[in-house]
């Protein structure tokens, strides 16, 4: 079984995360970094999208395209700011091949700003990136 290696994927040359907010698929980031977009709020449900989530129920060989999701094995949890936030669901995208994505909640205590956003999958951590959260 192949070691995940999880990543996420950035807008452009910034070190923002690439995120959606549930339910409207709001893109997330820093509006004046990032622009077209929205900053997060306390409660928001985020997408984060990524790669390296590791393997996957169905199982799926390197490069082959599903279209329904197929939830990542590994223990998933993720934090913002340094704070441990819900995870609801990680799964390899339907319909892409590599595509991953974490579902988390925006705990309400987090301060507002750039905060580094981390997933860390089967005792692996992917490198930090940010989201900006509003109040």
Not at 14 to 19: E, I, K, P, R, S
Not at 46 to 75: E, S
């Amino acid at each position: 079984m192949p070691r995940p290696a999880p990543a996420f994927f950035t807008y452009g040359t910034t070190n923002y995360a690439v995120a959606s907010r549930l339910p409207d698929y709001a893109m997330v980031g820093d509006p004046s970094a990032v622009p077209g977009t929205v900053a997060a709020r306390p409660g928001d449900i985020l997408v984060l999208w990524g790669t390296g989530f590791g393997t996957t129920n169905p199982a799926l060989p390197a490069g082959q395209v599903d279209n329904q999701p197929a939830a990542v094995l590994a223990a998933t949890t993720a934090t913002i700011g340094g704070v441990a936030v819900p995870v609801i669901s990680a799964v390899l995208s339907g319909g892409y091949a590599g595509l991953d994505q974490v579902n988390l909640q925006v705990p309400a205590n987090l301060p507002a700003g750039a905060l580094g956003v981390q997933v860390t999958v089967g005792g692996v951590q992917s490198p930090p990136t940010m989201i900006f959260v509003g109040q």
